[in-house]
């Protein structure tokens, strides 16, 4: 069983800047990437950032430029800096650890205030 803890989620204003942070632990054998989906109301879910086990990145166009993700192998741990933050980046931002199959964190609020 593979559990992942988000944490870094709040209220911001737009332009401001915010820090997610995914930890891994448990059975973990092997990872072939981990990275971040966002849902906004109403909307379905997007990915908005993956990070290969090779550090190969992908990220979605409405964030680059603007997000950058980040990982740390020691400690199984991603990282999302987003900056110059859009109201339109409000949503749940959930975390995922693609292995044999893909895990999911229980998801962190977003807000950018206007």
């Known amino acids: 069983q593979v559990q992942l803890v988000e944490s870094g989620g709040g209220l911001v204003q737009a332009g401001g800047s915010l820090r997610l942070s995914c930890a891994a632990s448990?059975?973990?054998?092997?990872?072939?990437?981990m990275g971040w989906f966002r849902q906004a109301p109403g909307k379905q879910r997007e990915l908005v950032a993956a990070?290969?086990?090779?550090?190969?990145?992908n990220y979605a166009d409405c964030v680059k430029g603007r997000f950058t993700i980040s990982r740390d192998n020691a400690k199984n741990t991603v990282y999302l800096q987003m900056n110059s933050l859009k109201p339109e980046d409000t949503a749940v931002y959930y975390c995922?650890?693609?292995?044999?199959?893909?895990?999911w964190g229980q998801g962190t609020q977003v807000t950018v205030s206007s």
């Open positions: 990070i290969a086990s090779g550090s190969s990145t």
């Open positions: 448990g059975s973990i054998f092997s990872i072939n990437g």
């Open positions: 995922f650890l693609s292995s044999h199959i893909v895990y």
